[in-house]
């Protein structure tokens, strides 16, 4: 694993998604491995962290993250501009090499089977919480925070530090036909 990623507590995970980002969503089962981007996701709970995300009764990452009862959230950045959404137009359903023509890259970390996309600035490895009716009907999966890593070029002492790292770590926003906004500069409030 790159020495730059480095665990996260697991009570400061929901700050790695807290900001709003876009994510990809990963997952693996039987072999088959694949990536999506998701606009829909946030943290739900603190202790023990809890995310949800919209996964899609027509991609080909939700019969992945249902038969393994794993998924992983990764917060891309810059750098992964194009790669994200490549990962969210396309589907393996019909273009099985989407990741290689993506140019994505998985690694794993020990202890989970799950892939994990290389080059993010972070990664939440989470268990579904199994609720029937929200994943037929709204397509909403919980999760349940297992492990967290960050980019401590871009994560530092349990807080973002987008301000201080190279613009290409900051994270995106997806609004609508392939825009994007990057985060912008920190901004304090008066206490």
Not at 27 to 56: I, Q, R, Y
Request: proline share 6%; with cysteine.
């Amino acid at each position: 694993m790159d020495h730059h990623i480095v665990p996260v507590e697991l009570q400061k995970a929901y700050r790695l998604l807290n900001h709003g980002p876009t994510v990809l969503v990963s997952a693996s089962h039987g072999g088959v491995e694949n990536v999506m981007s998701a606009a829909w996701s946030c943290a739900l709970d603190f202790a023990p962290p809890k995310v949800t995300v919209v996964l899609d009764k027509a991609t080909a990452t939700r019969p992945l993250v249902e038969k393994s009862g794993y998924f992983v959230l990764q917060v891309p950045n810059m750098a992964q501009l194009q790669l994200t959404y490549d990962v969210g137009h396309t589907s393996a359903n019909d273009t099985p090499d989407k990741l290689a023509k993506a140019g994505v890259e998985l690694f794993r970390v020990d202890g989970y089977d799950v892939p994990l996309v290389a080059g993010s600035s972070a990664w939440l490895i989470c268990k579904v919480l199994p609720e029937p009716r929200n994943e037929q009907v709204y397509d909403l999966f919980i999760g349940e925070v297992v492990a967290a890593y960050a980019d401590d070029r871009v994560f530092q002492n349990g807080h973002w530090a987008f301000e201080k790292a190279d613009p290409q770590w900051r994270s995106l926003h997806y609004i609508a036909g392939g825009n994007f906004y990057a985060i912008g500069e920190a901004v304090t409030a008066t206490t």
